[in-house]
């Protein structure tokens, strides 16, 4: 995931603006990471570079 992106990624539950906290880079690149969302109590996780925005009562 590009860290540009976070411009304009919002948190689905709430619209709220999300925090990131990246936990491996490759370059300018995260690769594993978290999105939080301070508004609602929501995290988003990263993993192989892609986050996964599903609500947290959508995923498996």
């Known amino acids: 995931m590009k860290p540009d992106l976070l411009e304009i ?3 689905p ?3 709220g603006e999300l925090k990131l906290t990246s ?3 490759d370059g300018p690149e995260i690769v594993e990471g978290n ?3 301070p508004a ?3 995290d ?3 993993h192989e ?3 996964d925005l599903l609500p947290p ?3 498996d």
């Open 49 to 51: 570079g892609i986050p």
């Open 35 to 37: 999105l939080a969302c």
């Open 9 to 11: 990624l919002r948190c």
């Open 23 to 25: 936990t491996r880079t």
């Open 44 to 46: 988003y996780p990263i």
């Open 13 to 15: 539950v709430c619209r």
């Open 40 to 42: 609602c109590h929501v």
């Open 57 to 59: 009562d959508e995923r």
